[in-house]
């Protein structure tokens, strides 16, 4: 191999490796990464993952939509969220066996059905 070609193939190289540099995003411009993508997710896409508690009702206050419920580990409070399940609040009785379908919101559990013979002695099915 020449002199030449010693000195030609790196410089090749170098121009076609700092014009892939060329080619960066500027800061501020949108970016089709990957990683881009899903800190730009919505968060009513992010899925809410619902809990069941079974337990006895202990307090109930239709007006306020909010119940606890005790069960072998200790009381739970919880928010009622819905039409539905504040109805079915209102024909909660302390000392029955129900069951809340809830979930987790800014560190509150909040109800979102009720479960159970609401109005009877009946427990959760």
Sequence with gaps: MSALGLFLVPA???AFATAGFAQAIPPGQPSDSPEKKSEATPKWKE??????LDGKLV???PKAGTL???TMNGETSFTVEGN???VRLGRAKVGQAIGVIYYEKDGKLIAKDLKGGLGTNEGPK
């Design 12 to 14: 090749v190289l170098l």
């Design 47 to 52: 899925k809410i993952w619902t809990r069941r």
């Design 59 to 61: 307090a109930v206050d």
């Design 68 to 70: 606890r419920v005790k």
């Design 84 to 86: 539905a399940a504040k």
